[in-house]
């Protein structure tokens, strides 16, 4: 997580110059795995580092500056109950925190005859949201110009 945080930092202190105001953290899901794979903590505690660790980042991010556009891309799973959320390692964050419920935007991927769309809406077994009015419809272009001229007009 260091060298997120540097980076974070190095984008926080030195807008000029910058042309596109957006950070994309890909994968997100495999800092948590990473951390699992070479943690030396063993058991209930390495499940709190690893849930902190990411939560803290999450958090960072949520402090940056206003003019920058942040996409936490991540894989998903489906949880017991059938919804469909951000994959994540133990259940500290999905039953105590809902990461999902640290944004206020959350896509998801859908292919249709072969099409790439993002949902913009919740079909009521994921954790899929934006603001009411932001996007025209519940289906979108998987294009994140799209989806960042949005947001700056909304």
Known sequence: YQSIYKSLNY??????????KILILDD?????AHEYMTSTITGFDKFNVLANNFYTLMMELKNMRDDLNIYVMSHTDVDEHGTTRQKSIGKLLNDKICLEG????????EIRDGKYYFT?????????????GM??????????????????EY
């Open 102 to 109: 640290l944004v206020s935007i959350v896509l998801k991927t």
């Open 28 to 32: 997100a899901q495999y800092l948590m």
């Open 135 to 152: 996007f025209e419809s519940m289906l979108i272009d998987n294009d994140l110009t799209i989806v960042d001229e949005a947001i700056r």
């Open 120 to 132: 913009t809406q919740t079909n009521g077994r994921d954790t899929v949201k934006s603001p009411q």
């Open 11 to 20: 984008l926080q202190n030195h807008e000029e110059g910058m042309k596109k």
